[in-house]
Nanobody, 122 residues
Framework: QVQLVESGGGLVQAGGSLELSCAAS????????MGWFRQAPGKEREFVAT????????WYANSVKGRFSVSKDNAKNTVYLQMNSLTPEDSAIYYC???????????????WGQGTQVTVSS
């Protein structure tokens, strides 16, 4: 059974940065598509970024492109989401998702973490 544990969330001022981590267990991340999603209060969960299953490609939502970046540490079996130039609109619970069959992470990804809160103050 795959388990995902996010960490690194917190309170940051607008313009600041945070790095989220998603530590996986039960399967190596190099065999899975890894993605990040977020959900703000009163809004639907939205896509942030995803790797391809091969790990070769990474795609970002337009709203975060150029500000957020995904990296992986296979030795630690951990995926990171570096978030820069944060705005209050980035405030949300951030979730890590993984799937060993899908080519990209989607809302239907099989495995999800519990989420980590990111709050950006103005």
């Amino acid at each position: 059974q795959v388990q995902l544990v996010e960490s690194g969330g917190g309170l940051v001022q607008a313009g600041g940065s945070l790095e989220l981590s998603c530590a996986a267990s039960g399967r190596t991340i190099s065999t899975m598509t890894m993605g990040w999603f977020r959900q703000a209060p009163g809004k639907e969960r939205e896509f942030v970024a995803t790797t391809s299953r091969s790990g070769t490609n990474i795609w970002y939502a337009n709203s975060v492109k150029g500000r957020f970046s995904v990296s992986k540490d296979n030795a630690k079996n951990t995926v990171y989401l570096q978030m820069n130039s944060l705005t209050p609109e980035d405030s949300a619970i951030y979730y890590c998702a993984a799937d060993q069959e899908m080519e990209v992470a989607t809302d239907s990804s099989r495995y999800w973490g519990q989420g980590t809160q990111v709050t950006v103050s103005s």
